[in-house]
């Protein structure tokens, strides 16, 4: 069984920076397209940035400049860089990702259990 487990969150200032962490563990034959989304309450899970197989990255217009998504193929982990934080950046942030276990199985879409970012002064 796969799973994502995500790390980095945390409370910061505005104007403050984290990088959030996500690191597949169990065994897999691909992953494909990784993204992180975010959420608040009473509020739509939203996608934030999206980077492919081969790096093409995506961002949501919000963070666009300020986000920085990347992946380390190696280690399964992908990464999002946060910089110039606001307050209205604060929510539930999950990763994402899109594996196949074996050469013949289909696409699984699996998920992290979302760590809390708080920007406040």
């Known amino acids: 069984q796969v799973q994502l487990v995500e790390s980095g969150g945390g409370l910061v200032q505005p104007g403050g920076s984290l990088r959030l962490s996500c690191a597949a563990s169990?065994?897999?034959?691909?992953?494909?397209?990784m993204a992180w989304y975010r959420q608040v309450p009473g509020k739509e899970r939203e996608l934030v940035a999206t980077i492919s197989s081969l790096g093409s990255t995506n961002y949501a217009g919000s963070v666009k400049g300020r986000f920085t998504i990347s992946r380390d193929n190696a280690k399964k982990t992908q990464y999002l860089q946060m910089i110039s934080l606001q307050p209205e950046d604060t929510g539930v942030y999950y990763c994402?990702?899109?594996?196949?276990?074996?050469?013949?199985?289909?696409?699984?879409?699996?998920w992290g259990q979302g760590t809390q970012v708080t920007v406040a002064s």
């Open positions: 169990g065994s897999l034959f691909s992953i494909g397209t």
């Open positions: 994402n990702a899109v594996v196949r276990l074996t050469s013949l199985s289909r696409n699984n879409d699996v």
